[in-house]
């Protein structure tokens, strides 16, 4: 295979690569906790090939029988994906994680699953060499202009949270991994999975479930817009009771036990595979389904949405990728129902100034008149101030107070019968 040795192609699993054909372009990557990732392509049908480095290792010929590693720098977790687009240039993913290996005789590593990052790469930018053991640090990788998914917000506290006590089930993989990539007509539409932000756990196993999510970019990968939909959202369930959080409590306090008012039923949903084209403006894809956190598959058919396994197909018009289930607006009330999202008669929300030290001007718009409740929250989930309001159909304006509320951020949320919606706010 062209410049390949047959040391490289030793040291990867057949889950540790990818491959994609378009016309006479062969294109093959792979990413793994052991080696560089790398993309072998070919543009005579697969007989001769090239290899670029996509991103080093940094212990480039580790050997885990012989290569002591305890700095735990970051590697690839062994899970990516590669796709050519229409003129043949490849673009690939891969997911982060860290990797130890203080022992030489167990013929192990240790494995991280909270590591959270997939890096996205196309043959128009530099190939990510080796620094150090923080070359592959996801935070490093975006300050320095590559593209990182991380784990999206689905709480409203600005921050994809972790509850100490909740496990996360081995996938071998990180928080966010298990890419699938397609690029056509200068889109790139990228599909992953990724550990579903708290409170949206298995509560009967106190575990993470995972999620599939989407995003694209519109200009061939050079930028994205950032907007993610929840593709595998269940709203065959009822997820949440009230957005008032008051059962939450300090993480040194928190019980799995609070969240049974909060969530009654996610679902696991893992192992996303899509259909390399667009056909008739669709995306493809399947994925495994079912109602407890972890790879083992399990049964149960008594309760709520028969909880059975499944290999779930999902079509979807492309562009709606980001715009439907948007996972932003988790956070302004749309997904409470057992419905999906709802129609929203209140939008628009804008607060200024923003830091604010002594009140804050509050503008939205409304479809209709109403009355509602204006609330701000702390990030505890606690109300800390609440007033009437009566909205009118239009423009509305509203100004708030905030010189007695000690500095940091709240969640300031307007909400009617209907409809609702929430912004950050913080305070100085």
Same mark, same amino acid.
């Given at each position: 295979?062209?410049?390949?040795?047959?040391?490289?192609?030793?040291?990867?699993?057949?889950?540790?690569?990818?491959?994609?054909?378009?016309?006479?372009?062969?294109?093959?990557?792979?990413?793994?906790?052991?080696?560089?990732?790398?993309?072998?392509?070919?543009?005579?049908?697969?007989?001769?090939?090239?290899?670029? /480095?996509?991103?080093?290792?940094?212990?480039?010929?580790?050997?885990?029988?012989?290569?002591?590693?305890?700095?735990?720098? #970051?590697?690839?977790?062994?899970?990516?994906?590669?796709?050519?687009?229409?003129?043949?240039?490849?673009?690939?993913?891969?997911?982060?994680?860290?990797?130890?290996?203080?022992?030489?005789?167990?013929?192990?590593?240790?494995?991280?699953?909270?590591?959270?990052?997939?890096?996205?790469?196309?043959?128009?930018?530099?190939?990510?060499?080796?620094?150090?053991? &923080?070359?592959?640090?996801?935070?490093?990788?975006?300050?320095?202009?590559?593209?990182?998914?991380?784990?999206?917000?689905? %709480?409203?506290?600005?921050?994809?949270?972790?509850?100490?006590?909740?496990?996360?089930?081995?996938?071998?993989?990180?928080?966010?991994?298990?890419?699938?990539?397609?690029?056509?007509?200068? &889109?790139?539409?990228?599909?992953?999975?990724?550990?579903?932000?708290?409170?949206?756990?298995?509560?009967?196993?106190?575990? #993470?479930?995972?999620?599939?999510?989407?995003?694209?970019?519109?200009?061939?990968? /050079?930028?994205?817009?950032?907007?993610?939909?929840?593709? %595998?959202?269940?709203? !065959?369930?009822?997820?949440?009771?009230?957005?008032?959080?008051?059962?939450?409590?300090?993480?040194?306090?928190?019980?799995?036990?609070?969240?049974?008012?909060?969530?009654?039923?996610?679902?696991?949903?893992?192992?996303?595979?899509?259909?390399?084209?667009?056909?008739?403006?669709?995306?493809?894809?399947?994925?495994?389904?079912? #109602?407890?956190?972890?790879?083992?598959?399990?049964?149960?058919?008594?309760?709520?949405?028969?909880?059975?396994?499944?290999?779930?197909?999902?079509?979807?018009?492309?562009?709606?990728?980001?715009?439907?289930?948007?996972?932003?607006?988790?956070?302004?009330?749309?997904?409470?129902?057992?419905?999906?999202?709802?129609?929203?008669?209140?939008?628009?929300?804008?607060? #200024?100034?923003?830091?604010? %030290?002594?009140?804050?001007?509050?503008?939205?718009?409304? !479809?209709?008149?109403?009355?509602?409740?204006?609330?701000?929250?702390?990030?505890?989930?606690?109300?800390?101030?609440?007033?009437?309001?009566?909205?009118?159909?239009? &423009?509305?304006?509203?100004?708030?107070?905030?010189?007695?509320?000690?500095?940091?951020?709240?969640?300031?949320?307007?909400?009617? &019968?209907?409809?609702?919606?929430?912004?950050?706010?913080?305070?100085?």
């Amino acid at each position: 295979m062209g410049n390949v040795t047959a040391s490289e192609i030793s040291t990867f699993s057949g889950d540790a690569y990818a491959i994609a054909a378009k016309n006479n372009t062969v294109a093959i990557f792979a990413a793994n906790t052991s080696h560089e990732a790398f993309l072998w392509k070919s543009t005579d049908n697969g007989v001769n090939f090239t290899k670029t /480095t996509v991103a080093a290792h940094p212990y480039p010929g580790y050997n885990e029988s012989t290569t002591l590693v305890t700095d735990t720098p #970051y590697v690839a977790d062994g899970a990516c994906a590669v796709a050519l687009d229409d003129q043949g240039m490849a673009h690939v993913a891969f997911g982060l994680t860290r990797l130890l290996n203080d022992d030489l005789t167990d013929g192990t590593y240790s494995y991280f699953p909270g590591v959270c990052g997939l890096v996205y790469w196309n043959e128009s930018m530099a190939p990510i060499l080796n620094v150090g053991r &923080n070359t592959l640090d996801p935070d490093s990788l975006a300050a320095n202009g590559y593209q990182v998914f991380f784990r999206n917000d689905l %709480s409203c506290d600005g921050n994809a949270y972790f509850a100490s006590n909740a496990e996360m089930p081995s996938y071998g993989v990180s928080g966010v991994s298990v890419p699938q990539i397609v690029a056509q007509g200068g &889109n790139v539409y990228m599909i992953f999975t990724q550990l579903l932000d708290f409170p949206f756990l298995d509560t009967e196993q106190g575990a #993470y479930f995972r999620g599939i999510f989407g995003t694209k970019s519109t200009d061939n990968g /050079t930028t994205w817009n950032g907007a993610t939909s929840w593709l %595998s959202y269940n709203n !065959e369930c009822f997820h949440m009771s009230d957005w008032a959080w008051t059962a939450l409590q300090a993480e040194d306090t928190f019980k799995i036990a609070d969240m049974l008012d909060y969530v009654e039923v996610e679902s696991e949903n893992m192992f996303p595979a899509v259909a390399p084209q667009i056909v008739n403006g669709k995306l493809n894809m399947t994925w495994q389904m079912d #109602y407890f956190a972890g790879s083992e598959i399990k049964e149960d058919n008594v309760g709520m949405c028969q909880r059975e396994s499944l290999i779930f197909f999902f079509q979807m018009d492309a562009n709606e990728i980001g715009i439907f289930n948007n996972t932003e607006e988790v956070c302004q009330g749309l997904w409470q129902d057992h419905t999906g999202i709802t129609n929203q008669v209140i939008s628009g929300m804008k607060m #200024y100034p923003n830091p604010a %030290s002594e009140s804050v001007n509050i503008a939205f718009s409304s !479809e209709e008149s109403a009355d509602a409740v204006l609330s701000v929250m702390n990030l505890m989930g606690q109300t800390v101030y609440s007033m009437d309001v009566n909205v009118n159909e239009g &423009n509305n304006m509203v100004t708030l107070s905030v010189n007695q509320l000690p500095a940091g951020v709240y969640m300031v949320n307007l909400k009617s &019968n209907k409809g609702t919606t929430t912004q950050k706010l913080i305070v100085r």
